[in-house]
């Protein structure tokens, strides 16, 4: 296989030709090949050497499943481009930990969305991550940037206690509720309610009573949330992916809260490098990890005899570990 050169491939991702160096680009980035991983760096390395001219506004869309997440993002896609936006839609899917394989099923549920020139949509695996985004979510967005799209959605798995990863990869972040939801708004009160900056109950036009309802509960939920420091008033609104009733509004507010951010969006970016930062360290770790256990033949037998031998897991951790530290130093 043709070594793959960053260089060339992002002076496509610049040019008329970028939908597709965008493709092969993300490709590269969530490829584990360790010759790719070198060019992957490399090209990550090009993408923040050239910030891009335009302004870019990351937005994190996350909701239950069933709550028409690939119906309302479609429309407010659709919405984002007659306003004349450049759209990247990031759409995760979930990996089977048997197979390895994902359903990325959202690019044929945006069949609208997908014909249109200025809107790119990319469905990728988490491979396995917490937190609904995949190892390579933050890479793609800024290719996504660089290819010049200017507003990146990201959508993620469902919602869950980890989801303060997409929150702290985006500028904003966008909660999906439904009606007659029942435990499910507990759910989302105890777990992410309170990272959350906009809030919406979708399916108002099938249950326009539950929905408003389900809105009233969220709004319960906030006043339990702790004060937020940047003075900014979450609302709850109610809207209709498939009737469009709602979602002017919905942009409208997004973009008002893009405007609040115009003075600590460099800090909120540099805050998200930091962060990025962190997370490759840990994978590296653990990959480094993986890759000492295995060739050191720590098979099952292997652990076995370390918990014989030092009786309790933590101790039988330790020295692993201990041994894993020494064998890495120069």
Known sequence: ????????????????????????????????????????????????????????????????????????????????????????????????????????????RMELLTREPQAYIRPSPNAGELGGVGPASRAAVLLCEAAGYDYVIVETVGVGQAEWQVHGMTDAFLLLGQPAAGDDLQGIKRGILELADHLIVNKADALPREARLAAAELRRGLHLAPARPDGWTVEVAIASALTGAGIPEAADRLERYRER??????????????????????????????????????????????????????????????????????
């Not at 160096?21 to 490399?42: K, M, N, Q, Y």
């Not at 037998?301 to 009786?311: A, N, Q, T, Y």
Request: glycine share 8%; proline share 6%; net charge positive.
């Open 1 to 108: 296989m043709r070594a793959m050169d960053p260089a060339a491939l992002f002076a496509d991702l610049q040019s008329p030709r970028h939908r597709r160096a965008l493709g092969r680009a993300i490709t590269l980035v969530e490829s584990s090949r360790p010759a790719d991983r070198a060019a992957a760096a490399e090209l990550i390395a090009l993408a923040e050497r050239r910030p891009p001219v335009r302004p870019t506004f990351r937005l994190g869309i996350s909701g239950t499943p069933g709550v028409g997440k690939s119906t309302f993002i479609e429309a407010l896609g659709l919405e984002l481009l007659r306003r004349g936006h450049r759209l990247a839609v990031l759409a995760i899917d979930p990996t089977s930990s048997l197979s390895g394989g994902s359903i990325l099923g959202d690019k044929t």
């Open 261 to 330: 951010l115009t003075r600590e969006i460099d800090r909120r970016r540099a805050d998200q490098r930091v962060q990025w930062l962190r997370e490759q360290v840990r994978r590296e770790l653990l990959r480094k990890l993986d890759v000492y256990l295995d060739a050191g033949g720590a098979g099952t037998d292997e652990l076995r005899h370390r918990l014989d031998k030092h009786i309790t897991i933590p101790a039988a951790a330790g020295v692993i570990l201990a041994e894993f530290l020494k064998s890495e130093k120069p």
